[in-house]
């Protein structure tokens, strides 16, 4: 209807590419046009001035012989000054963007190690996008923008370098529980020797009051019983001191037999007996060695 009545019709966001009899007369902008077909006047095409998407995936090899598939997102869109050369220079404008797509990244990649390229993913899209930038812009098209969005390396790659991260840290963790560990032995043994510190200090007072108590007995003693002298009193507490050790002895459960003299002498023996073994353990503690004659 719109040929019989010589009008066209362009919608929102195109341009319509006006021609008579096969040569570029000019851009037909949004609306209703008036084409008189029957003197060679015709539209040859549509050109749309919406931002479009184009995903490449680009392999190559980073500087250190890993394999990788990057993958950049090139946004553009025709400009509708230029609507001719977009129309007329460009038989195919998503291969041609995608040849220097290709051209940028294996330019750009192989100088790189495989850590490095994720690190500068920004600068090879910068890179990318200034190369299409110059070049695209004489065929009647803007870069609007360009992302790498993902670098893939190899399956094998992705795997060792997931095996390395996790043994990092594993030995991270293993440091700090063992760091943990010295800690609690650090705190364990100055715990440790505190205590055995304060039992030290209670043994030596112990036996302070059981020396201070004796004193106090043998005095007592041989103020109060005439004739004794303090080696009497010390025979006598050793003697009580010896029974008073059987007697234990003999209700612990656990203990073995012993054997004691049982003559009409062995209790007068007794105290010479415990006061030569203390003599004796004294001399051998202290390297003394005792010839009789």
Same mark, same amino acid.
């Given at each position: 209807?719109?040929?019989?009545?010589?009008?066209?019709?362009?919608?929102?966001?195109?341009?319509?590419?006006?021609?008579?009899?096969?040569?570029?007369?000019?851009?037909?902008?949004?609306?209703?046009?008036?084409?008189?077909?029957?003197?060679?006047?015709?539209?040859?095409?549509?050109?749309?001035?919406?931002?479009?998407?184009?995903?490449?995936?680009?392999?190559?090899?980073?500087?250190?012989? &890993? %394999?990788?598939?990057?993958? !950049? *997102? /090139?946004?553009?869109?025709? #400009?509708? $000054?230029?609507? @001719?050369?977009?129309?007329?220079?460009?038989?195919?404008?998503?291969?041609?963007?995608?040849?220097? &797509? %290709?051209?940028?990244?294996? !330019? *750009? /990649?192989?100088?790189?190690? #495989?850590? $490095?390229?994720? @690190?500068?993913?920004?600068?090879?899209?910068?890179?990318?996008?200034?190369?299409?930038?110059?070049?695209?812009?004489?065929?009647?098209?803007?870069? /609007?923008?360009?992302?790498?969005?993902?670098?893939?390396?190899?399956?094998?790659?992705?795997?060792?370098?997931?095996?390395?991260?996790?043994?990092?840290?594993?030995?991270?963790?293993?440091?700090?529980?063992?760091?943990?560990?010295?800690?609690?032995?650090?705190?364990?043994?100055?715990?440790?020797?505190?205590?055995?510190?304060?039992?030290?200090?209670?043994?030596?007072?112990?036996?302070?009051?059981?020396?201070?108590?004796?004193?106090?007995?043998?005095?007592?003693?041989?103020?109060?019983?005439?004739?004794?002298?303090?080696?009497?009193?010390?025979?006598?507490?050793?003697?009580?001191?010896?029974?008073?050790?059987?007697?234990?002895?003999?209700?612990?459960?656990?203990?073995?037999?012993?054997?004691?003299?049982?003559?009409?002498?062995?209790?007068?023996?007794?105290?010479?007996?415990?006061?030569?073994?203390?003599?004796?353990?004294?001399?051998?503690?202290?390297?003394?060695?005792?010839?009789?004659?």
């Amino acid at each position: 209807m719109g040929q019989a009545l010589c009008c066209v019709q362009v919608d929102q966001s195109y341009v319509a590419i006006k021609e008579s009899f096969g040569k570029f007369e000019q851009v037909l902008n949004p609306g209703c046009h008036f084409l008189p077909w029957i003197v060679g006047k015709q539209i040859a095409g549509y050109l749309s001035l919406r931002v479009q998407q184009l995903d490449v995936r680009c392999e190559t090899k980073t500087k250190d012989n &890993v %394999f990788v598939t990057v993958v !950049a *997102s /090139v946004q553009y869109r025709a #400009l509708a $000054d230029k609507a @001719e050369d977009a129309f007329y220079k460009l038989s195919n404008t998503r291969e041609q963007i995608q040849s220097y &797509v %290709f051209d940028v990244i294996r !330019a *750009s /990649v192989p100088k790189l190690n #495989l850590d $490095d390229a994720f @690190e500068q993913k920004n600068d090879i899209a910068k890179a990318v996008e200034d190369e299409l930038e110059k070049a695209m812009s004489m065929y009647g098209y803007e870069i /609007v923008q360009t992302l790498i969005v993902d670098i893939e390396p190899d399956e094998h790659v992705k795997r060792a370098m997931n095996e390395i991260n996790a043994a990092a840290r594993l030995r991270l963790a293993a440091n700090e529980k063992a760091e943990a560990e010295k800690i609690l032995q650090i705190k364990r043994a100055e715990g440790e020797a505190e205590s055995k510190y304060l039992s030290g200090l209670g043994i030596a007072r112990q036996r302070q009051a059981i020396v201070d108590g004796l004193r106090d007995s043998v005095l007592a003693f041989s103020e109060n019983v005439p004739g004794t002298s303090a080696k009497d009193v010390m025979d006598m507490v050793l003697v009580t001191q010896y029974f008073d050790t059987m007697k234990e002895i003999g209700a612990s459960s656990k203990s073995s037999s012993v054997f004691i003299p049982h003559g009409p002498g062995a209790v007068r023996d007794i105290a010479s007996q415990i006061r030569d073994g203390l003599l004796q353990a004294q001399n051998t503690k202290y390297n003394v060695h005792i010839f009789s004659p």
